[in-house]
Every structure is written in C-alpha cells, then in structure tokens.
C-alpha cells in the first residue's frame, strides 16, 4: 500500500511555491483554481475541463480566469497605496498595463474594466496599440503612455487624442522624436505633454539584461536630456515635460537590481528638477517578476514580493526627492507580467509515450552471442552497491561501443538489437543499485535523465508557450489529476510539431531547486485521458506564438466565479484557429484548394485510379479538414 498523499504531491510539483494564493491541490488529488484567492471560491480544474469538453470545447484549451486578473490589480495598487501610506509619500500610485504582454481584446476589457477604480491605464509601444489604447480607454484621468520608434503620424494620433479627453503622454525614447513632437504640436496648435526615457547605467539582472546600460535599445544619455531641456526651452514647452521613464528589462529576479535603478532615475529626476524641468510622472518601467519555479534563486523567480517591490520604489524615490528638497512625483510602473501572468492555463492531454525502460532482460544461449552482448550481460548479472561506480563507466563504455560496431558492420542488427535492450535493463536496474549506494547521486541523476519517458502531448510549445523554447522559460507544467497516486515514471513532454525542438525538457525540481530535465508523472491508463496543464502562461505566449506546422491558436475560454452560490459560469469562448484560417495567414485560398482537389480527383477517375464514390469520401473529408481545428480532436 502506497504512503503517497496529496501534500507530497504538492511538494513535489512545488505548487505551493509557484501557485500564489490561486492554485493548490485539493483533497480529491486534483488541481483547483482560486481565482479571487485562497479565501475565495474554489473551482475543480479536472472537474472544470471534464465539463467544457462535454459542451464541445476541445482540447487543447486556454483557461483564462478574469477574476485573476482582478485580484493582481488589486493586489499591486494595494501594495503600493500601503507603501505610500506608511512612508508618507505625497505623490500617487497611477499604474498602466503594456498592451504588448498580451494584446488579446476580452483581456484588455477586462483590465480596463477592473482597473476602473485604481485609474490604471494603458501603454502602447506602437502605433497599432495607440490606436486600441485611444478606442478602448475610458477611463477618466487614467494614463495613455506612449513608447516605441514613432513617426509623424503616431505623434499626431497622440496629440489629438487629448482632445477626445485622452491624458496621453508622449515619450521620447530616441533623440531624433523631440523635434518631431515639438513641431506636429506646433502644426496642430495642441499642447504636447512629453516624457523622456533615461538611459541608466544601472546593470540589469536576469535574460533581459542586456535592456539598461548605455548599448540598451531605447534612452537618452545624460548629455541627451540636458540637451532635450534646453532644447524645449528654446521652443518655450519645458512646462509640457511631465515624466522621466526608465526600463531595465524584463523579469528581474533580483530586488537589488531594482534599488540600484530607482536610485539612479531619481537622482536623475531631481536634476532635471534643477534644470527647471517639473516632472509630475516617475515611470518605473516594467520588470516586476513572477516567480514561475517557487525557488527564488533562478531567472525564473525573484527573490523578493510584491510588497517589498513597492516600498523599495516608494522609499528609494522619497528619500532622494527629500533629500534635494524636489516634490514628490506621482509613480507610474509598467508591470504587465505581474498583472496578466497568473491568469491564463495551457490545458492538452497526452496521446501517448515512448517507453525506454526495461525492467527485466532473458538472455538465453550466452555463449553463442558476441562478445558485446556477453559483457553486457555481465553487467547486469553482477552490478551491486560495491561495484556500481566501476560498471557504470563499462555500461557508458558499452554503450558507445555499440554504436562504433554497428557502424563498422562488425555487429549484425540482430546483435545490435539485444545489447540495446541489455542497456535499458541495465539502467533500470543500476537506478535501483544506486538509490541505496553511498556517493552514488550523479550517477543516479544521470540514469534518471536517460530513462525518462517522452509523453507525446496535443499541442504545440511554438504556438502556446514560446518562451519555453526560445528562451528556457521555465513553466510549472503538472498533471491535473490523480495527485493522490505516487507518479513514479518521469518523462519529458513531445509536442505535435515535426519539431525536434518541440518539447519541454525543462521542469520545477523542488529538490534541488533548480530546473530538472524530466518531470514525474503517472502512467497512463487505458481508456483514461490524462490531462496536464502548463501554468502561469498569461504574459506574452498568446501574441509570440508562431504557426510552426500551421498548428493555430487554441479554443480560448475565460471563466468566472459566481459571485452568489459558487460555481462558476463560462464569460467568452474564442474559437482557436480552423485550418482554413490558418492556411489563409500564408496566402492559401480554401477555394482554390478545393478546386485543385477537384481536378486532380477528376482525373484519377478518368484514368481508372479513382471511383466516383472514393473521390466523393475524399472530398468530404477534405473538406471537413479545413472547416477543422489544427489540433488533434476527437468528436463525441
């Protein structure tokens, strides 16, 4: 009888590191969601998927929960408001959402609408999301701020949007949109409001480091902003300077990283003050991180909360502007993962596996093998705790050997064939050796990595989680289900595409908290879905998704809780991508396709290849094809 138990589940899995106050495991051994938090209503995620695929929903799916997006709003404008309020700070907290993270319009609604009370606006890095910003923002006084390469026609679009009572803000990101701005505001006789992007010198942390320093992307250097200054001095604007932005990049997992940054922006901040330049805005940038391993140690984590985030800006900005006698500017932060990541789960199930490992191995007529067999053969008759270290290196050995024989035609197929299988039953059974040998834990690491399953699974990591190849990214991916049963196989996870890039290899250790190369799960039943989930997907993987063998966006669902009674109720269903749809993105016609089918099909009948009522079946399910989703589905 196994001992196994839902909290070492959650050990093991490290949901209670990665999971927030929104996810856990409950006593049924299945994933639930909380989407308004702990205290909150609970939802039955395996119990939840069972129910949208009985309504026709397929799988893969994305779950997106908007009532998670309502408590992070909450959460960091209460962060910042308790900051502000136990440092004494003068100026307000004003927050606005990056529409780059994740453009996707139902989640933009809802951001927009649960950020109605905080004043949380928008920022657009392009002259597509300035024109969903101006559409989509109502919200009186909320922020529009304007990044990203501009030309004339974006300045002019912001400009005028203050006239349909729009506070937007242009920022200067390169030297060359001053003058741009200056004279489109004189063409249309609008009263620009300005923000420059400081160039810090201040050394960023974690993959996108490389976003500060004085080779970052966008920002003007010291010499820069004094010439700004006095640049809009001379055209009688210095009054239209409302902000200083800066940005050190993406996901900083260092709170060090942060005070180094802030103390530098404010101390420029401050002399521009001195200069005669009012600025009303401090635009902290993004980069507040999500901690997607628990294990506050990696790129993937951050060493520090979402409260000590705030009272670090707070503080750093108040002791700098005190000390130099400058009011307290209002503080504007960009933290669109924080705000999004949470709310989105990646659902697919496991179509099947690869099995590597052999238990059990009968030779028989030893004598009459090679000497590669034979020795082999040995190995796993003989291995023990005494010798594990010494035969593994002969297996390692074999094992390359094998390979150089085979290749040379020394060793026929058939030979070849029974020392693969002898090398799988021997790393099945010195995995055995080693977990009760001394100083043996590299090699058992080793031999876990090698015997590791692939669980091939419906769907695609260039569409769904990018990040995970292009990146490393590391996403909690977990089984939804039967967490009260040990996993005791470990595998790493195929997707459909013809990719040998399409998988993940990277999984939460929480053993040694760093990324492990394969990820416990259970073994499949049959007749049994075994559903998985890839957690924390809300920031940026929909919109960098490419179509990678044309697999296309997956059916998208946002879920909420019922306010009264419990349960839940299903908001929006976004379709994901048909196959026509996706053919049509690369200049495919579904017409011509068809019509081409047509022909070719009329001439295999012509020519006796084809009968009328073959070519008609095939048709029909070419048809259907197209009109079908580009993943694996199987109707009920």
């Not at 408001?81 to 453009?103: F, S």
């Not at 399953?453 to 419906?458: I, L, P, Q, V």
């Not at 998208?556 to 379709?575: A, C, M």
């Given at each position: 009888m196994s001992d196994w138990s839902v909290d070492k589940s959650s050990e093991l899995y490290g949901i209670e590191y990665w999971g927030a106050e929104y996810f856990r495991i409950n006593p049924q051994g299945n994933v639930e969601v909380s989407p308004q938090g702990l205290k909150g209503p609970k939802i039955d995620m395996m119990s939840l998927v069972e129910d949208l695929v009985e309504r026709g929903?397929?799988?893969?799916?994305?779950?997106?929960?908007?009532?998670?997006?309502k408590s992070r709003i909450e959460l960091l404008a209460g962060c910042f408001?308790?900051?502000?309020?136990?440092?004494?700070?003068?100026?307000?907290?004003?927050?606005?959402?990056?529409?780059?993270?994740?453009?996707q319009r139902h989640l933009v609604e809802e951001i927009i609408d649960h950020g109605r009370e905080y004043k949380l606006g928008l920022e657009a890095g392009s002259k597509p999301e300035l024109l969903i910003s101006l559409a989509m923002m109502d919200t009186p006084?909320?922020?529009?701020?304007?990044?990203?390469?501009?030309?004339?026609?974006?300045?002019?679009?912001?400009?005028?949007?203050?006239?349909?009572?729009?506070?937007?803000?242009?920022?200067?990101?390169?030297?060359?949109?001053?003058?741009?701005?200056?004279?489109?505001?004189?063409?249309?006789?609008?009263?620009?409001?300005?923000?420059?992007?400081?160039?810090?010198?201040?050394?960023?942390?974690?993959?996108?480091?490389?976003?500060?320093?004085?080779?970052?992307?966008?920002?003007?250097?010291?010499?820069?902003?004094?010439?700004?200054?006095?640049?809009?001095?001379?055209?009688?604007?210095?009054d239209s300077l409302e902000l200083l932005h800066f940005h050190i990049g993406s996901q900083i997992p260092s709170i060090q990283s942060i005070k180094l940054a802030i103390k530098e922006a404010a101390r420029t901040l401050t002399e521009i003050y001195g200069l005669g330049g009012h600025i009303k805005y401090m635009d902290v940038g993004g980069g507040l991180g999500v901690d997607y391993d628990g294990s506050g140690r990696s790129d993937s984590s951050t060493n520090y909360s979402e409260q000590e985030y705030a009272n670090d800006v707070v503080s750093s900005l108040l002791s700098i502007c005190d000390e130099k006698k400058v009011p307290h500017p209002h503080i504007v932060?960009?933290?669109?993962?924080?705000?999004?990541?949470?709310?989105?789960?990646?659902?697919?199930?496991?179509?099947?596996?690869?099995?590597?490992?052999?238990?059990?191995?009968?030779?028989?007529?030893?004598?009459?093998?090679?000497?590669?067999?034979?020795?082999?053969?040995?190995?796993?008759?003989?291995?023990?705790?005494?010798?594990?270290?010494?035969?593994?290196?002969?297996?390692?050995?074999?094992?390359?050997?094998?390979?150089?024989?085979?290749?040379?035609?020394?060793?026929?197929?058939?030979?070849r064939a029974k020392a693969d299988d002898l090398s799988w039953a021997i790393a099945c059974r010195m995995a055995e050796v080693a977990l009760e040998a001394e100083d043996?834990?590299?090699?058992?690491?080793?031999?876990?990595?090698?015997?590791?399953?692939?669980?091939?699974?419906?769907?695609?990591?260039?569409?769904?989680i990018p990040d995970s190849w292009a990146l490393d990214q590391l996403f909690p991916i977990i089984p939804l289900h039967r967490h009260q049963e040990e996993p005791v196989r470990r595998a790493t996870l195929a997707d459909l595409t013809c990719d040998s890039d399409g998988h993940v290899s990277q999984f939460i250790d929480t053993t040694t908290g760093e990324a492990g190369d394969s990820l416990p799960v259970h073994p499949l039943k049959e007749g049994q879905t075994y559903y998985m989930g890839a957690f924390l997907a809300g920031a940026y993987q929909e919109i960098l998704g490419d179509l990678h063998n044309?697999?296309?966006?997956?059916?998208?669902?946002?879920?909420?809780?019922?306010?009264?009674?419990?349960?839940?109720?299903?908001?929006?269903?976004?379709?994901g991508d048909s196959v026509t749809e996706v053919l049509a993105y690369v200049e495919y016609s579904r017409s011509e396709l068809l019509e081409r089918v047509r022909k070719t099909t009329e001439s295999s009948i012509l020519k006796g290849r084809l009968s009328r009522s073959e070519a008609r079946l095939l048709l029909k399910h070419y048809e259907q094809g197209l009109a079908g989703y580009t993943y694996l589905f199987e109707s009920k």
């Open positions: 929903i397929r799988i893969p799916i994305l779950l997106r929960f908007p009532d998670i997006v408001q308790r900051a502000i309020k136990e440092y004494n700070y003068q100026g307000e907290y004003r927050g606005v959402y990056p529409i780059k993270v994740n453009q006084d909320a922020l529009i701020i304007c990044n990203g390469f501009k030309d004339p026609e974006y300045i002019e679009m912001a400009l005028i949007s203050q006239k349909l009572g729009r506070n937007t803000i242009i920022v200067v990101d390169r030297m060359a949109e001053l003058e741009m701005i200056v004279n489109s505001a004189k063409k249309l006789d609008i009263r620009p409001k300005i923000g420059l992007r400081a160039k810090l010198y201040t050394p960023g942390a974690g993959r996108w480091a490389e976003t500060s320093g004085a080779r970052s992307k966008f920002g003007l250097t010291p010499s820069e902003i004094v010439h700004s200054i006095d640049y809009l001095k001379s055209q009688e604007m210095l932060s960009e933290s669109g993962r924080s705000l999004v990541a949470h709310t989105s789960v990646l659902i697919f199930d496991v179509l099947g596996m690869n099995e590597v490992a052999k238990k059990e191995y009968h030779l028989t007529e030893v004598e009459k093998q090679s000497r590669l067999v034979q020795d082999l053969w040995d190995i796993y008759q003989n291995v023990n705790k005494k010798n594990i270290n010494e035969y593994y290196n002969d297996w390692v050995e074999k094992k390359r050997d094998t390979q150089n024989l085979y290749s040379y035609g020394v060793l026929s197929l058939e030979q043996a834990e590299d090699i058992l690491k080793e031999l876990k990595r090698e015997l590791s399953d692939t669980y091939f699974c419906n769907f695609s990591v260039f569409q769904s044309l697999f296309g966006d997956t059916d998208t669902v946002h879920i909420s809780v019922n306010p009264e009674g419990g349960g839940y109720h299903v908001d929006h269903v976004v379709e």
